[in-house]
């Protein structure tokens, strides 16, 4: 990233990085790293799509960066889970950083492609209940940090890079299928 475009990522996520709440996210481990390091490769992901695709730059560098902002681990609580943490992560994120309802929709909607997945293969995770209705990214940025979190995943997680790499061809597949135009 060149220093202009990385002064202006800076300018968008300052306040979050610099956050005590958001600074709590180094001590929960995810995908083989911490939540914190994660969540700052998706959203500089994003940041860069949003450039390429005219994405609204600030609410996908800030819905990138909290997308994951829940602090424990998926199995701590109902409201951690596989499936709905992306609402606690944005009702999180409201509380401390009075998110756009743009950045809290592309948050509540990140795990999209494996709400597909899920509806593919129904024995995957039996007790968590998804709707492809409720979890479809509604904006342009709700896809960007979509496909952010999923591309960052595959590079984090090493030792599953065969299965994500399914879900990944699959969930295109899908997509050719079911939403072609």
């Given at each position: 990233?060149?220093?202009?475009?990385?002064?202006?990522?800076?300018e968008?996520?300052?306040?979050?990085?610099?956050?005590?709440?958001?600074?709590?996210?180094?001590?929960?481990?995810?995908?083989?790293?911490?939540?914190?390091e994660?969540s700052?490769?998706?959203?500089?992901?994003?940041?860069?799509?949003?450039r390429?695709?005219?994405?609204?730059?600030r609410?996908?560098?800030?819905?990138?960066?909290?997308?994951?902002?829940?602090?424990g681990?998926?199995?701590?609580?109902?409201?951690?889970?596989?499936?709905?943490?992306?609402?606690?992560?944005?009702?999180?994120?409201?509380?401390?950083?009075?998110?756009?309802?743009?950045?809290?929709?592309?948050?509540?909607?990140?795990?999209?492609?494996?709400?597909?997945?899920?509806?593919?293969f129904?024995?995957?995770n039996?007790?968590?209940?998804?709707?492809?209705?409720?979890?479809?990214?509604?904006?342009?940025?709700?896809?960007?940090?979509?496909?952010?979190?999923?591309?960052?995943?595959?590079?984090?997680?090493?030792?599953?890079?065969?299965?994500?790499?399914?879900?990944?061809?699959?969930?295109?597949?899908?997509?050719?299928?079911?939403f072609k135009?």
């Amino acid at each position: 990233m060149t220093k202009r475009l990385k002064c202006e990522f800076d300018e968008f996520v300052c306040d979050i990085l610099n956050d005590e709440h958001f600074l709590e996210t180094k001590k929960d481990l995810h995908h083989g790293t911490s939540k914190y390091e994660h969540s700052l490769r998706v959203a500089k992901l994003s940041y860069r799509l949003g450039r390429i695709f005219k994405a609204d730059l600030r609410s996908v560098s800030r819905a990138g960066l909290l997308h994951d902002f829940f602090l424990g681990t998926r199995k701590d609580s109902p409201e951690n889970s596989y499936l709905r943490h992306p609402v606690t992560a944005a009702t999180n994120a409201q509380k401390y950083f009075n998110v756009s309802n743009l950045e809290s929709e592309a948050i509540k909607t990140h795990m999209f492609h494996h709400v597909l997945i899920k509806k593919i293969f129904p024995f995957v995770n039996r007790e968590e209940k998804a709707s492809v209705k409720e979890f479809k990214p509604k904006s342009k940025e709700g896809w960007i940090i979509c496909a952010s979190d999923l591309l960052i995943s595959v590079i984090e997680c090493e030792r599953f890079q065969f299965t994500y790499a399914f879900n990944v061809a699959l969930l295109l597949l899908f997509n050719i299928i079911l939403f072609k135009n």
